[in-house]
């Protein structure tokens, strides 16, 4: 075996793996199988995670863990993901710049890197602990007195151009101390892009022409990435317009409100709503080409069932019934009734609705695919289904799954939830109805 090449030798280890990227944990357990047997075998092990690409998922920022951090560095591991913890500290970005320094990232094609609301100083015996473990004392004192926005750079001028694979990122950070240059500096590669920006209390209200600025140089990076197709974003803002040519799936994530969406190849939309507040221009302008939308609202109970909810789920009603190229709607949690009309949808998904939502119409003929949630509950004495379809057929009675196969919804699933019974009419009016007694 000695004369096998390395390639082959960082094929046969590769087999025990649990997958083709291997995390520490793999790396660790090949190294107490083969690494303890001989030297060839250690060597072996070396190579392999020289050449095979690892998924960085543990706590290395811990004190316990710089041993680890520093055997990585000094071996050259190929690293393909990084998910950092909270990095708190000057001591963890110094950690975190010396894995970017010294392992190889030419396959490194995702990263996580999150911020408190700052960092703080390291205690000196934890940066004793890590001179002992045999990090360089450079590294260490790198982020030395550095605010979070240096931090950033400093992170930026660790990774340089060495990351061309690099087409993932994921950054939280407080907004008033967002470093642009950590999403710019790779603006002609990334194809996927979460941002979480938070923070933004009374500092940020008292500089309203500064957060403008903010928003609009975030806005203008997004514009100018040339392979952006998916985005996540969070802020406590409504005022970051999207403009993206290549932008495919964007999923907006609670107390971001989009008011300007400007994606002609937009796709796939995740909206978190508010249904007792919608903007006047609600999906108004980009849903033209909307293939797959969920809608996440908030749990409106019984009490604020008002007429403004009211009409906004008319709204929203009137907006699906004219989107042309609709085929997948999901609806997350509310409670509204919603009326569904629309040629092209194939699917609606509402198992993960609340209590008191419901679908008071569905008039959907091109409909393969209808799960809903129906879990009974005891309401005023009486138990009634969370989700129901009201119109003028007749239940099928009793259910069977053979019935489903003459007409025109295709499947339907209800999990281990309340069964309910369905049929569609020529007219493609779909009426569901309880067929298991109550509880």
């Given at each position: 075996m ?11 280890i ?17 190294f107490?199988?083969f690494?303890?047997v001989?030297k ?14 690892m ?25 393909k993901?990084i998910?950092?913890?909270v ?6 970005v ?6 970017l ?12 890197i ?13 940066k004793?602990a890590?001179?002992?473990a ?6 260490v ?11 950033q ?11 061309r ?28 892009l979460?941002?979480?920006v ?9 500089h ?18 040339p ?5 996540f974003?969070c ?9 993206s ?27 978190c ?7 006047p ?10 293939e797959k ?10 009490d ?20 042309p ?5 999901r609806?997350?949690?509310g ?21 008191g939502?419901?679908?008071?119409e569905?008039?959907?003929?091109a409909?393969k ?5 129906c879990?009974?509950?005891l309401v005023?004495?009486q ?15 009793p ?12 499947e339907?699933k209800?999990?281990d939830?309340?069964?309910?019974g ?16 109550p509880?």
């Amino acid at each position: 075996m000695e004369l096998f090449p390395d390639e082959v030798m960082t094929h046969i280890i590769s087999f025990f793996c649990h997958s083709n990227e291997p995390t520490e944990i793999d790396v660790a357990s090949i190294f107490r199988r083969f690494g303890r047997v001989s030297k060839f075998w250690k060597h072996g092990c070396v190579r392999f995670v020289q050449q095979t690409p690892m998924r960085l998922t543990k706590e290395y920022t811990n004190v316990g863990d710089l041993p680890m951090v520093v055997w990585m560095c000094r071996h050259h591991v190929k690293i393909k993901e990084i998910t950092t913890r909270v990095l708190e500290t000057d001591l963890h970005v110094s950690c975190l710049v010396y894995v970017l320094k010294y392992c190889d990232i030419s396959s490194l094609d995702f990263i996580n890197i999150r911020f408190g609301k700052n960092v703080s100083k390291a205690f000196d015996w934890d940066k004793s602990a890590a001179l002992e473990a045999g990090i360089p004392d450079e590294i260490v004192k790198a982020a030395d007195g550095m605010n979070m926005e240096e931090c950033q750079s400093l992170i930026v001028s660790s990774i340089g151009d060495r990351a061309r694979s690099l087409n993932a990122l994921q950054l939280d950070c407080p907004f008033e101390d967002f470093h642009l240059p950590l999403v710019t500096n790779f603006s002609h590669q990334l194809d996927k892009l979460m941002l979480n920006v938070t923070g933004q209390g009374t500092k940020c209200q008292s500089h309203r022409s500064d957060l403008a600025r903010k928003y609009e140089m975030i806005s203008q990076a997004i514009e100018r990435m040339p392979n952006l197709r998916r985005l996540f974003i969070c802020a406590y803002t409504s005022d970051l317009p999207i403009r993206s040519r290549s932008l495919e799936e964007l999923e907006c994530g609670w107390d971001f409100v989009l008011k300007e969406c400007i994606c002609p190849s937009l796709k796939n939309l995740y909206l978190c709503i508010d249904m007792g507040n919608l903007s006047p221009v609600f999906l108004s302008k980009f849903s033209h080409r909307i293939e797959k939308l969920t809608l996440e609202s908030d749990h409106a109970n019984s009490d604020s069932y008002n007429d403004a909810v009211v009409n906004n789920s008319q709204r929203i009603s009137r907006i699906i019934a004219s989107m042309p190229h609709l085929k997948e709607l999901r609806i997350f949690h509310g409670d509204y009734a919603l009326g569904i009309n629309s040629k092209s949808l194939e699917k609606i998904d509402t198992s993960k609705s609340h209590i008191g939502f419901r679908i008071i119409e569905c008039v959907c003929p091109a409909l393969k695919l209808l799960k809903c949630g129906c879990v009974y509950n005891l309401v005023m004495g009486q138990y009634r289904p969370t989700s129901e379809v009201i119109s003028h057929v007749q239940p099928i009675e009793p259910f069977q799954n053979g019935d489903l196969g003459s007409r025109r919804t295709k499947e339907f699933k209800a999990g281990d939830r309340a069964f309910i019974g369905m049929q569609v009419s020529d007219s493609c009016v779909i009426k569901l109805v309880n067929i298991r007694p109550p509880l």
